[in-house]
DNA sequence: GTCTATAGGAGGATAGAC
DNA sequence: GTCTATCCTCCTATAGAC
């Protein structure tokens, strides 16, 4: 192996991740935008500029081609939490919710497969989603644990569902029927998100 | 037409109606299950236990289907709202809200396609849904302006955003969650559900 | 690994007998 | 209106040449 093989592989490498890349990218906004059934792997191809025949070179099927994109999306969201400026606890937590709403409205988050289905199954059977799951799951319920201790969260909900809804609300379809309203600017729509999400509906 | 043969076109009537709200109703089930685009009609047909043939009988494609079943849902709301017995109109609100968490809960309520999808148009074009959907929103949107005039409801949130929180909060995937965890009955998971929601996830 | 072409199968919709 | 049997389209997945 001399110098110029070693450069010439690295390169070949480097445009096959590229190429693999752009698929999980495009999946993954197909998949915000229509959700997994509805996504076609045609579709896919179509939308990178590429055979259907080369992506399932890359991707042995289609659960597998989502399953990617989802692994995606949270190991952002891993890399995101574990970059993130030290700060109070509640804090933390407010600023990860407004992240989660901006990719929502980016259309860069794909919505989590509530409903039963093929690619949910998947999921749960990927090491890789799993355990980028129960990462940011650590890392959150840390902060809500604090948040809680120092009485800054509502007492009448355990961790487990401030941590859920806090999932729930990077898919929360409010945001794109306020969009769609078209009386409010992005950054507004996350404030009154924001707003509903940490302060309530009632009136404090 | 003597009465012998008009009971006999009222019965054979009444089967047949019955008959359909079989079939919507297990529709409405395996919507709020699975979705329309995962839900086949294969599924529905099967499940009513009749032929798939029979159901297109009734309904020309599975839109129609659907669309019927979410006409359903919306006229289920609009007789629960005009019966509800007068109080205050945040009690109004909450006692909504929670009734709306009690379907999703028992499997009756059909996830709203918020994602493009072919039934999305076919709601948008159904006069009987958009008149259901407007006079809903209209009950609660009286309800809403009231509040926000008597000081009860989150300044920071127009009554439009309050209004689709509602309709959002009736879908709420946390309630599934915090099911799937088996810690809570589904007395409790409401409770917490409504406390996010209206007093929300930061302490008071 | 990329392409064209196609196999294979699921599912929406219909024909036609009863 | 209900059935059985079938059509036909769309989509996942693969074969085989380059």
């Not at 480097?14 to 693999?20: F, G, I, P, T, Y």
């Not at 993954?28 to 191809?45: H, I, N, P, Q, Y």
Request: aromatic share 6%; proline share 4%; charged share 20%.
């Amino acid at each position: 192996m001399n110098s110029t093989a070693s450069a010439k592989v690295s390169f070949k490498t480097q445009m096959l991740q590229a190429r693999e890349d752009a698929i999980i990218q495009t999946a993954s906004r197909l998949l915000a935008e229509k959700g997994f059934e509805a996504m076609t792997v045609d579709e896919v191809a179509a939308n990178v500029g590429i055979a259907k025949a080369s992506l399932y070179k890359h991707f042995s099927s289609k659960e597998d081609l989502a399953a990617a994109a989802m692994v995606r999306v949270m190991q952002r969201a891993q890399s995101y939490l574990r970059d993130l400026p030290p700060a109070a606890p509640m804090a933390q937590l407010r600023t990860v919710a407004r992240w989660t709403m901006e990719l929502k409205l980016r259309g860069e988050m794909p919505s989590l497969p509530s409903q039963n289905s093929t690619l949910r199954a998947k999921l749960i059977a990927d090491a890789a989603y799993m355990d980028g799951l129960i990462d940011v799951s650590d890392r959150l319920g840390a902060w809500i644990q604090t948040a809680q201790a120092q009485g800054l969260l509502n007492p009448a909900l355990p961790a487990i569902a401030v941590l859920y809804t806090l999932y729930a609300r990077a898919c929360d379809p409010v945001l794109e029927f306020l969009r769609m309203g078209g009386q409010h600017s992005d950054a507004q729509i996350i404030d009154m998100v924001m707003a509903s999400c940490f302060e309530g509906l009632g009136a404090r």
